[in-house]
């Protein structure tokens, strides 16, 4: 048998020869994964979640009423002009009058001789620019502007938001090391036990000349066959659950297929280097 058939030919023999051990390794392995897919798809949908609500920030400019209103339409468009900016939405005294009634359900302001309440602009901004640095910097600049006198935005409320997906990218990040660095040790101790089981054929097939190489490569072939099947079944099966289940007012957000292609990927690479690991050990 040629050197480039026997590792694989090795391989499946190996897996073939032990079902029992073979399915343990798949099933440890599946459900680690399965682990960390459900935590990246709690991560996905939560900061969906939270951009979806990011998305609805607005900013308001209230000015001072020794201001004319063609003053006030000329800062309009000087704040139209401004980057990040989607559009805005002026606001008179008259249709802020008529919204404090709308909110309350009676005139506040009647027997008032004069409305005291002030004209403002609402701006809303184009997703990709609402971050608190940027909307502080952008305060900075309209604030500037001769003739405005109060600037509103939720501020602490957006810092909160980004604190909170900030800790949830790094639990990702580290459960994700943690479980691939478990699933690389299953495997270099799953490699060792297959390698003591197969000990005598392994010294035999030494002493025909077979070298150390054509060896590892069964066993490395061995190693990303496991976690390469793991992965992809975790998948398989979390398609075919969602496909089943619905969650009310919760939009599950999945990884796109690219990643779900990469993180299978990185998979067998790792059962493939862990493999190695395992051989060479024993060896």
């Known amino acids: 048998m040629s050197s480039f058939w026997y590792p694989i030919y090795k391989f499946l023999r190996n897996v073939v020869s032990r079902p029992l051990a073979a399915a343990t390794s798949l099933l440890s392995l599946f459900l680690l994964f399965l ?3 459900l935590v990246w798809i709690a991560a996905q949908t939560t900061d969906g979640y939270y951009r979806e609500r990011i998305a609805t920030v607005e900013m308001e400019l209230f000015f001072d009423d020794a201001f004319s209103d063609s003053s006030v339409a000329v800062i309009r468009e000087t704040v139209r002009a401004l ?16 919204r404090l009634y709308d909110l309350m359900g009676t005139d506040l302001l ?6 005291p309440l002030p004209r403002s602009l609402t701006i809303y901004f184009h997703d990709r620019f609402l971050t608190s640095d ?8 309209v604030d500037n502007i001769n003739g405005v006198t109060d600037i509103y935005y939720p501020r602490a409320w957006v810092q909160k938001i980004e604190l909170t997906l900030s800790w949830v990218d790094r639990a990702v990040f580290y459960l994700g090391l943690v479980i691939f660095v478990t699933a690389i040790l299953y495997i270099v101790h799953a490699i060792r036990l297959s390698v003591r089981v197969h000990e005598e054929e392994i010294r035999q097939m030494r002493l025909m000349g077979s070298g150390n190489m054509s060896q590892y490569l069964a ?26 289940v619905s969650f009310q007012n919760i939009l599950i ?16 690479l790792a059962g493939f280097i862990a493999g190695y690991l395992g051989a060479r050990r024993s060896f």
């Open 35 to 37: 682990l960390f897919d």
């Open 83 to 98: 980057d990040g900016v989607e559009s805005i939405d002026y606001m008179s005294k008259e249709a802020a009058r008529q």
């Open 110 to 115: 009647e027997g008032f001789n004069d409305n």
């Open 134 to 141: 940027w909307l502080d910097s952008f305060a900075e600049r």
């Open 219 to 244: 066993f490395m072939y061995e190693g990303k066959f496991y976690t390469l099947i793991a992965a992809v079944v975790g998948w398989v099966a979390i398609h075919y659950g969602l496909g089943h």
């Open 253 to 268: 957000i999945l990884p796109s297929l690219t990643d779900i292609v990469y993180m299978c990927i990185g998979a067998a």
